[in-house]
């Protein structure tokens, strides 16, 4: 089943800002050309281009066997459920493939090399109910 990440103000905040950037930049530069101007409207543009598939594409497939995590174009990570040590409730700010400060900590060890995600699926009264009911049955 997969879950689509909560998106908390933090993010939607960030995205108007930098659009904008890019807004205020570019009518600035159109009216005077300085090359700051410019740096400001591409920079803009850029943050808006790197955003928005995080936006889009922030997602976690729990499946029979493994947890996916998929944060756009930085990370795509698959963890065996066999592997998962503990799944909780976290209020965390540290860096993680969520888009909202309303997580979940998920501690793995794979490989004898201890992993920690942070994420905040939608649902996540859901999502934790299916990750320990699915972790349960791959321990069986």
Same mark, same amino acid.
């Given at each position: ?12 905040? *960030? ?16 009216? &005077?050309? +300085?090359?700051?101007?410019?740096? !400001? ?20 497939? !729990? ?13 795509? +990570? ?20 969520? %888009? &909202?400060?309303?997580?979940? +900590? ?10 920690? *995600? ?12 299916? %990750? ?9």
């Amino acid at each position: 089943m997969k879950f689509k990440s909560r998106v908390g103000l933090w993010f939607y905040l *960030l995205l108007t800002a930098c659009a904008a950037l890019a807004v205020i930049g570019s009518v600035l530069w159109s009216s &005077s050309r +300085e090359g700051t101007l410019f740096c !400001v409207m591409l920079f803009g543009c850029l943050d808006i281009a790197l955003l928005l598939p995080l936006l889009f594409f922030t997602d976690y497939t !729990v499946s029979e066997d493994s947890l996916t995590v998929r944060c756009a174009y930085l990370m795509k +990570e698959r963890i065996p459920l066999r592997c998962i040590k503990l799944v909780q409730e976290a209020r965390d700010f540290t860096f993680g493939p969520a %888009l &909202s400060f309303d997580r979940i +900590e998920v501690r793995f060890r794979i490989a004898g090399k201890d992993g920690r *995600l942070l994420l905040s699926p939608k649902d996540k009264a859901e999502f934790i109910r299916l %990750l320990t009911e699915r972790i349960q049955s791959a321990n069986k």
